[in-house]
């Protein structure tokens, strides 16, 4: 039999709820008791269990990063923004005092604000290098090369090119960003490949594209006669409308959110199974997916009404469901011998991915 023809599932998660709620009350209490410092150590707690009862080929994974690394790429970030926010904030005030031009002195300001989103885009990237370097399996970790900050420029030259074409080279670009991260990521001595086709889901992105415009402008229109009709409303009443009004906004940014997730649930799973069917590891692994547009729809609302209505403390269920998620829907084929694997030889990163707690929660394990 042709190895690469054997499939089966690629995970398999066997934690359990009991240990991920004990994990996250011991968590949640010792980050009362430090002010929310404790956060780093918690997200190490939650991925060191995650990895460790994830199995491949009957080998567990382990994640070897610890809190004190994230904890100081943390504080790196922090250096960084503010002494850029600094020097913009003061090139500026130079700037206006000797051109006494406010055009001129607000370049400065408008350069900060490009060069955050490109640290945010870049904090992904670097993100995915420093756990795939603590990320360990049979002994052999993975790694990432490649500039972080050349992904950020990157991913923002494409956030402009699908401004300029109202968003219809999304797909494009996703494919471009994805083929980035993924072709700079190895495992061991063994480089991931992958290669997109955007034309194959762009289909699909249309379709949902022109679903959630239609969606929007019939909210719009039913929360602009709403506004209407409550202007009718007598001065008596003069506090009625503005909480009507409050309260329309609020339903028109529930219902265009929740009508969103579910209309691009197509488009998201197309985009899932075409990227990892078109993925491989080397010569000896290729993957797959078998995710569904109603379970990728029964899996986000699911956790979203478990967050909001156990208040956040659904948290350790959501996390729960996400791995079984993961572990049911990805597939390979092939059979990695970790004999045959060298040791990667890239350079692993001193600190966590500190620009993506300061400008994004960071995730969520």
Same mark, same amino acid.
């Given at each position: 039999?042709?190895?690469?023809?054997?499939?089966?599932p690629?995970?398999?998660?066997?934690?359990t709820?009991?240990?991920?709620?004990?994990?996250?009350?011991?968590?949640?209490l010792? *980050?009362?008791?430090?002010?929310g410092?404790?956060?780093?150590?918690a997200?190490?707690n939650?991925?060191?269990? +995650?990895?460790?009862?994830?199995r491949?080929?009957? #080998?567990r994974? #382990?994640?070897?990063?610890?809190?004190? #690394?994230?904890?100081?790429?943390f504080?790196?970030?922090?250096? +960084?923004?503010?002494? !850029?926010?600094? /020097?913009?904030g /003061?090139?500026?005030?130079v $700037?206006?005092m000797?051109?006494k031009?406010?055009?001129?002195?607000?370049? @400065?300001?408008?350069?900060l604000?490009?060069?955050?989103?490109?640290? !945010?885009?870049?904090? %992904?990237?670097?993100a995915?290098r420093?756990?795939?370097?603590?990320?360990?399996?049979?002994?052999?970790?993975?790694g990432?090369?490649?500039?972080?900050?050349?992904y950020?420029v990157?991913?923002?030259?494409?956030?402009?090119?699908?401004?300029l074409?109202?968003? *219809?080279?999304?797909?494009?670009?996703?494919?471009?960003?994805?083929?980035?991260c993924?072709?700079?990521?190895s495992f061991?001595?063994v !480089?991931?490949r992958?290669?997109?086709?955007a034309?194959?889901?762009?289909?699909?992105?249309?379709?949902?594209?022109?679903?959630?415009?239609?969606?929007?402008?019939? $909210?719009?229109?039913? %929360?602009l006669?709403?506004?209407?009709?409550s202007?009718?409303?007598?001065?008596?009443?003069?506090?009625a409308?503005?909480r009507?009004a409050?309260?329309?906004?609020?339903l028109?940014?529930?219902?265009f959110?929740?009508?969103?997730?579910?209309?691009?649930?197509?488009?998201?799973?197309?985009?899932?199974?075409?990227?990892?069917?078109?993925?491989?590891?080397g010569?000896?692994?290729? %993957?797959?997916?078998?995710?569904?547009?109603a379970?990728?729809?029964g899996? *986000?609302c699911?956790?979203?009404?478990?967050? +909001?209505?156990?208040l956040?403390?659904?948290? @350790?269920? +959501?996390?729960?469901?996400?791995?079984?998620?993961?572990?049911?829907?990805?597939?390979?084929?092939g059979?990695?011998? @970790?004999?045959?694997?060298?040791?990667?030889?890239?350079? !692993?990163?001193?600190?966590?991915?500190g620009?993506?707690?300061?400008?994004d929660?960071?995730?969520?394990?």
């Amino acid at each position: 039999m042709n190895l690469l023809d054997e499939k089966r599932p690629l995970l398999i998660y066997d934690g359990t709820l009991g240990d991920l709620y004990r994990i996250f009350f011991r968590n949640l209490l010792l *980050q009362v008791v430090t002010l929310g410092i404790y956060r780093f150590w918690a997200t190490t707690n939650n991925r060191r269990y +995650v990895w460790s009862h994830m199995r491949f080929q009957d #080998e567990r994974f #382990e994640y070897t990063g610890t809190g004190g #690394e994230l904890f100081k790429g943390f504080l790196c970030a922090i250096v +960084v923004v503010f002494s !850029a926010a600094f /020097a913009a904030g /003061a090139l500026s005030a130079v $700037l206006r005092m000797l051109t006494k031009s406010a055009a001129l002195g607000a370049l @400065p300001v408008i350069a900060l604000y490009l060069l955050i989103v490109v640290f !945010a885009a870049g904090a %992904f990237f670097g993100a995915q290098r420093y756990r795939l370097s603590r990320t360990q399996w049979c002994g052999i970790r993975g790694g990432t090369t490649g500039s972080a900050l050349g992904y950020g420029v990157r991913a923002l030259l494409y956030a402009l090119l699908c401004v300029l074409t109202l968003g *219809q080279m999304t797909p494009w670009t996703s494919m471009r960003l994805t083929e980035r991260c993924i072709n700079a990521s190895s495992f061991g001595s063994v !480089a991931f490949r992958f290669k997109g086709r955007a034309w194959a889901v762009y289909g699909l992105f249309l379709i949902t594209f022109v679903g959630v415009a239609v969606l929007f402008a019939v $909210l719009f229109m039913a %929360f602009l006669k709403g506004a209407l009709a409550s202007m009718h409303v007598g001065h008596e009443a003069s506090t009625a409308p503005s909480r009507a009004a409050l309260g329309s906004l609020f339903l028109f940014y529930a219902l265009f959110s929740i009508g969103t997730m579910l209309i691009r649930g197509f488009y998201v799973a197309a985009r899932t199974r075409h990227v990892m069917g078109n993925m491989s590891l080397g010569s000896q692994l290729r %993957f797959g997916s078998n995710v569904s547009v109603a379970r990728l729809i029964g899996l *986000q609302c699911g956790n979203l009404a478990i967050i +909001v209505f156990t208040l956040g403390f659904g948290a @350790p269920i +959501v996390l729960h469901r996400r791995m079984r998620f993961a572990a049911d829907t990805l597939q390979v084929f092939g059979y990695l011998d @970790p004999h045959m694997l060298g040791q990667s030889t890239l350079a !692993a990163p001193l600190t966590g991915e500190g620009m993506l707690n300061l400008l994004d929660h960071g995730g969520a394990y």
